[in-house]
Every structure is written in structure tokens, then in C-alpha cells.
């Protein structure tokens, strides 16, 4: 059966990185799998199972763990956050001119 398994890894440099994709490489049941350094987060696709891939990269020396589930979920509640604040800077945009025109028309009078 295919799974998708996400794995937390401390990767500090491309040396880190290689090591990661060497033994995944090597690893049998892996049909793909994808190293972002930035994120510290290996995806590794296949015929596998969890536990497994959890050992076959921890032997690289580096600290691994399971991805949280939870950051993925913070994740996305961030980005909603994100987007409703942009909201709000776009509504106050829109009141600052009306504002100033007020300003204006008390001293002409």
C-alpha cells in the first residue's frame, strides 16, 4: 500500500541534505521523495512503512522526528489570519482618504 510519511529532520547544510538522500535512495518501497532544507522536512512517498523511514533516516546521525501534525493545522489557521488582516488594512485604506476630505471641509467653511 502507498503512504505518504513526513519526517522533521536537522539538516544544518547540503552535507546534511545529501546524506538524507543517499540513504532514501537506498531505501526499498520508495517510489519518491522530496528534502526542503528551509523547512527542515523530508515527504518520502512509496510502498513503506512509517516506522521504517523513521529508522533508515535516523541512521544518518541526524535529530528526526515526526512531522507535527498540528504545525500543518497552525499552518493554515496562520495564513487565514494573514488574509483577514490584509482585510482590515485594505478597509482602513479605504476610510483614511474620507477622513481627510472631512478634515478639509471643516476649515473651508
Known amino acids: 500500500m502507498s503512504q505518504t510519511v513526513v519526517l ?3 539538516m544544518s547544510c547540503q552535507g546534511c541534505v ?3 538522500n543517499r540513504v532514501l535512495g537506498k531505501m526499498e518501497g520508495v517510489e ?3 528534502i526542503d532544507i528551509k523547512e ?3 515527504t518520502v512517498k512509496g510502498n513503506v512503512e512509517p516506522e521504517a523511514v ?3 533516516v535516523s541512521k544518518t546521525g541526524k535529530k528526526t522526528s515526526y512531522w507535527p501534525v498540528e504545525s500543518e493545522a497552525a499552518t ?3 495564513t487565514e489570519a494573514e488574509t483577514k488582516t490584509e482585510a482590515k488594512v485594505d478597509a482602513t485604506a479605504d476610510v483614511e482618504p474620507k477622513l481627510a476630505d472631512a478634515e478639509t471641509k471643516p ?3
Open 8 to 10: 522533521k529532520v536537522g
Open 18 to 20: 545529501g546524506a538524507v
Open 32 to 34: 519518491s521523495f522530496d
Open 40 to 42: 527542515q522536512k523530508v
Open 54 to 56: 523513521f529508522q533508515t
Open 76 to 78: 493554515e489557521s496562520k
Open 107 to 109: 476649515s473651508q467653511v
